[in-house]
């Protein structure tokens, strides 16, 4: 099968024996210089996709924060600001680069499962409350 080249890696997700097995044959037949890194899942590419759908919803709406419409990215911090302190993970405001302000907030590619559910309900109450419908009306399994 040939191992990958540097910029390439393998990614197996430990969901039964089968996939177990595979791990171990890896890292037994791993040339030297290699590295295993074993954590928990982050959310899914489906989490990731509903995620965005819903701050593409809030962008083409007719809401406004701080006074002016946003655009996706900016609802995205936006969010990810507001679940982190609903949450109580709290946030963290620091002097820029240029000494502008920066929320210095959780990567949503690097949370977990569980997290990544947290954060949609907490986009779609968000939105509810707000009256923003979502262009999605099936929700699909997020969890």
Known sequence: MGWPTVTEKRTVFLTGPTQRSTAKRYIDE???D???TIQQR???LDQNAKFHAICGDLAKSDMTWAGKRRTLAQWKVLLV???AVATKEGSEIVPGLENEFVNIRESTAQMSKKRGA???TYAIAFCDE???VLSETAIAEFA
């Open 30 to 32: 791993s040339p030297e």
């Open 34 to 36: 290699h590295m295993v």
């Open 42 to 44: 982050t959310r899914t």
């Open 81 to 83: 600001s507001g679940h």
């Open 118 to 120: 947290s954060l949609i």
């Open 130 to 132: 707000a009256g923003v």
